[in-house]
């Protein structure tokens, strides 16, 4: 499976999925106008990951803003993660947000409220 670079825009992250690294990562702010269309190649790739290999699987992310329809489909990605680790695989996110965002902090916290994965949520100080 090849790697998966999306460049971000003023409405979408950037998100760069490395195979070979068994990495995912997300950066910026994530409002697409469809983001079911927009996640659909990355849904595709974790899904191709957790199915053909059998290494570990590091998610990073560090969204500050998400709409709702962009926590549906988080949703979903945690749910293959988390489906991945009752399977017995090597999982983990570390959801990074900016010191001081309270409100990202707490989404991140809900999220993982519901995770059994190791899942680390981390203050990031610029």
Known sequence: MNDLNIAATSMTPAIVATWDAGRLRFEGDSYPENSFDFFRPVVGWL?????EETRPLLMEVRLAYLNTSSVRVMMDLLDL???????????SLTWFYEAGNERAAELAEEFKEDCTFPYVVTPVVN
Not at 47 to 51: C, E, F, P, T, V
Not at 81 to 91: I, S
């Open 81 to 91: 993660l988390e489906e991945a680790y009752g399977n017995g695989r090597g999982v």
């Open 47 to 51: 899904n191709a990951y957790l199915r």
